[in-house]
């Protein structure tokens, strides 16, 4: 079983920049990819970022070269640099895995807020 838990979220001025964490467990787990999604009140979850097992990154549009995606394997941690925040960016990020079998994993949110 694999569990993730999210943090680093909370409340950043506009233009601020914010960095979540996500650590992971799961003993022999190996995953395809790891990213991180966000919805917003009465809007659909949408893609934020996506590392691949490879190590190659997608963004979704309206972050593109604001935001960083990354992962720490020795601490079993996936990482979201978020700078230059919006007040769009307002969500809750969740982090997930995918497995090679095809399972998905997800973690509880964290609340981004961007004050204008």
């Known amino acids: 079983q694999v569990q993730l838990v999210g943090s680093g979220g909370g409340l950043v001025q506009f233009g601020g920049s914010l960095r979540l964490s996500c650590g992971f467990s799961?003993?022999?787990?190996?995953?395809?990819?790891m990213g991180w999604y966000r919805q917003a009140p009465g809007k659909q979850r949408e893609l934020v970022a996506v590392?691949?097992?490879?190590?190659?990154?997608v963004y979704g549009d309206s972050v593109k070269g604001r935001f960083t995606i990354s992962r720490d394997s020795a601490k079993n941690t996936l990482i979201l640099q978020m700078n230059s925040l919006r007040a769009d960016d307002t969500a809750l990020y969740y982090c997930?895995?995918?497995?090679?079998?095809?399972?998905?994993?997800w973690g509880q949110g964290t609340q981004v807020t961007v004050s204008s």
């Open positions: 590392i691949t097992n490879g190590g190659s990154s």
């Open positions: 799961g003993s022999g787990f190996t995953f395809k990819t």
């Open positions: 997930s895995i995918l497995g090679w079998s095809g399972n998905s994993y």
